[in-house]
């Protein structure tokens, strides 16, 4: 009995969060993990809808160019393919950290998917 409340409870709060990253009311569905994304250290070269913020933070020892790939499967979750805004890396906590703003490229105007 108490296994059942606990799973319940597990399953509950899975859908409370979202469970799998990407909100329902997205303009743009979720991307595999590996997506292309392309990486502007400022403001997009192309007009873009922005979706929301994105954050990597790995460990020391991983490879800057595999967290980097980190943060861009953040971008996937939320249905982008830009990420801007992103600095170099901030050190805390023992972790590296990247930061940036996920984004949509506009699809030319006259252009139906």
Known sequence: MIGRVAITLAVAGIAACGGGGGA???????????????LYRDIPEAPSDNIGSVHAACDESVA???CVRTL??????L???????VDEP?????KVHYYGRAAHTKAPRGHKP
Not at 24 to 38: F, I, L, M, N, Q
Not at 72 to 77: E, F, I, L
Not at 79 to 85: L, P, R, Y
Request: with cysteine.
């Open 24 to 38: 329902k009311d997205s303009k743009y569905p979720k991307r595999p993990d590996g997506c292309d994304v392309t």
């Open 64 to 66: 800057p160019d595999d």
């Open 72 to 77: 861009k499967d953040a971008v996937c979750k």
């Open 79 to 85: 249905g982008g393919d830009v990420v801007w805004g």
């Open 90 to 94: 901030q050190r805390k906590d023992g």
